[in-house]
């Protein structure tokens, strides 16, 4: 019994991992509506663990339940983008100050890991391959967050992060190249955050905010 209860969970997990990379790829677009049955034959499972995973996408905001019909992507709107941008900006800014006053003594292994996060990012950021961007970005900010110690807080954070690319990547995908007009200081952030210096690194995520608006706001226009 236990086994099989674990195995569900595994399925269900996988299936809402499978819908939110799908969501994040712009292959589900805003407003898109399915079914339980159409998702459960798409991947070749039973109804229950499907409609498990729907019901924890939609509790992290990017689905929408639609009585009678099934679930359809949730529309986010510019004045949404603006309050998570906002509400990143706050937690983020948090973040640093904590792991300033606890110091970095204790963090130099985790760092390791951040820091190569960060080149991977950036590098995908500076050639515009959002694809490759986006998975790294998010595992990049969601190591970032957990140096802070506090589960909760980063997983707010990476929940915020993600609701921002689903955001963002269907205007996104409409410039036909995006090299070079992406924020790509990851490292550099890295760099403020291991000295200590949450001044630099708040500085660091203003300007990404700034410059992550101004271009999806153009491009909404």
């Known amino acids: 019994m236990r086994s099989t209860a674990v195995t569900r969970s595994t399925l269900r997990q996988q299936i809402a991992d499978a819908l939110r990379d799908e969501i994040l ?9 399915f079914t339980v049955k159409e998702i459960a034959e798409q991947y070749g499972v039973s109804a229950t663990p499907v409609r498990e995973a729907l019901v924890d ?30 509400a990143r900006s706050i937690i983020a800014e948090a973040i640093f100050r904590g792991i300033a006053e606890r110091g970095m003594d204790h963090l130099r292994d985790q ?38 110690g506090n589960p909760y807080l980063s997983d707010f954070l990476h929940r ?4 921002s690319w689903v955001f963002a990547v ?23 955050v291991s000295d200590g210096d949450p001044d630099t690194a708040y500085a660091l995520v203003t300007s990404y905010n700034t410059h992550s608006l101004a271009l999806v706001e153009n491009l909404t226009r």
């Not at 905001?61 to 529309?75: I, P, W």
């Not at 991977?120 to 967050?145: C, H, K, P, S």
């Not at 915020?160 to 609701?163: A, E, K």
């Open 160 to 163: 915020l992060r993600v609701q």
């Open 170 to 192: 269907p205007y996104l995908r409409r410039v036909p190249d995006l090299e070079g007009r992406l924020w790509n200081r990851h490292s550099e952030l890295v760099a403020a």
């Open 111 to 148: 760092l390791s890991s951040v820091r190569r996060r960060a080149e991977e990012a950036q590098r995908a950021a500076t050639a515009g391959d959002l694809n490759v961007l986006i998975g790294y970005d998010l595992r990049f900010w969601r190591e970032l967050g957990a140096l802070f």
């Open 25 to 33: 790829a712009g292959r589900l677009g805003p407003g898109q509506e």
């Open 57 to 86: 996408l939609s509790a992290q905001g990017l689905l929408d339940s639609v009585q009678h019909r099934g679930f359809k992507v949730h529309e986010f709107s510019v004045t949404d983008y603006r309050g998570m941008v906002e």
